[in-house]
């Protein structure tokens, strides 16, 4: 069945760094607008970053998170990433990757949880000291 499989959450101090991975299994990744969501406990899922489609590579970040995280892309591996610097309490979060089918532009659909097709399993991030 189609799904994305994340990896790479864990425990980081203050100010540390992660990246997580997220992998597509039964389709090709750079098809589909991708999105990051968190969900901390007794929080609403809120919208991190998203990437579009390749064919134009646009991407965006929640304020929150603008200037410290980065998205990125590796086709040969169909495989997207987060990558997490200066990572604060305010971080720690159940963080989901998902993908869209680009019937929509990146606009509407990026922080639109709603409006995403497939999702990854979750990853646990911890920031404590």
């Known amino acids: 069945q189609l799904h994305l499989v994340e990896s790479g959450g864990g425990l980081v101090q203050p100010g540390g760094s992660l990246r997580l991975s997220c992998q597509a299994a039964?389709?090709?990744?750079?098809?589909?607008?991708i999105g990051w969501f968190r969900q901390a406990p007794g929080k609403e899922r809120e919208g991190v970053s998203c990437?579009?489609?390749?064919?134009?590579?646009?991407?965006d970040y929640a304020d929150s998170v603008k200037g410290r995280f980065t998205m990125s892309r590796d086709n040969a591996k169909n495989t997207v990433y987060l990558q997490m610097n200066r990572l604060n309490a305010e971080d720690t979060a159940v963080y989901y990757c998902?993908?869209?089918?680009?019937?929509?532009?990146?606009?509407?659909?990026?922080?639109?949880?709603?409006?995403?097709?497939?999702w990854g399993q979750g990853a646990q991030v911890t920031v404590s000291s």
């Open positions: 998902a993908a869209a089918i680009p019937t929509r532009t990146i606009r509407d659909v990026c922080y639109s949880h709603h409006q995403y097709d497939y």
């Open positions: 039964g389709f090709t990744l750079d098809y589909y607008h």
């Open positions: 990437m579009s489609s390749n064919s134009d590579g646009r991407t």
